[in-house]
């Protein structure tokens, strides 16, 4: 096997949920293994808490045409609500839809009540639909990302207010 061909394996390897591959040839043997995060929600949550303080004061001067003198005052009343709200983060890369179709209503909207289990959105990675389940139950405060548009690992997709 040519090392061009091992290098085109490993990135099919990385854009796809395969975990492991093994190849024989004769006396050459290969084995490549794709690290796969299992614990994602419950270390990634309390990271979150913690950098929310800092992504909304951000976001307020844009809202807000206020003189900088104010936008510090109005960070701190902010930041005490952030605190108790959860990030729900993308488990793949691909691409977010908040409905099932273009057609087809969002499955949830700023204000709607989820529970576990609930789907949020879907994920669509190399052709393969992939339904986004709430994590926790609570409010919908914020939805993160425009239908329709790629999103990373790890990327924040929804603010929910736990119940």
């Known amino acids: 096997m040519e090392f061009k061909q091992i290098q085109e394996l490993i990135k099919i390897i990385n854009k796809s949920n395969i975990s ?10 290969i ?18 808490q913690q950098m929310m303080p800092q992504a909304m004061p951000q976001t307020a001067p844009q809202q807000q045409s206020a003189p900088a003198a104010t936008t510090p005052q109005a960070a ?3 930041a005490p609500a ?29 204000g709607d009540e989820v529970k576990t289990g609930d789907v949020l959105c879907i994920v669509e990675a190399m052709k393969l639909f992939n339904e986004i389940e709430s994590e926790v ?6 939805v993160l990302v425009d239908d329709a ?15």
């Open 137 to 142: 139950s609570g409010t919908i405060v914020k």
């Open 20 to 29: 492991e591959l093994n190849i024989e040839e004769g006396d050459f043997k």
């Open 82 to 110: 952030n605190d108790k709200l959860i990030t729900v983060k993308s488990p793949m890369i691909g691409t977010f839809y908040r409905s099932a179709g273009p057609d087809k209503p969002a499955f949830v909207n700023v």
């Open 31 to 48: 084995v490549i293994k794709q690290a796969q995060p299992e614990t994602q929600y419950v270390a990634v949550q309390p990271a979150m």
């Open 76 to 78: 701190p009343a902010a």
């Open 149 to 163: 548009s790629p999103i990373e690992y790890d990327q924040p997709l929804f603010l929910v207010e736990p119940a």
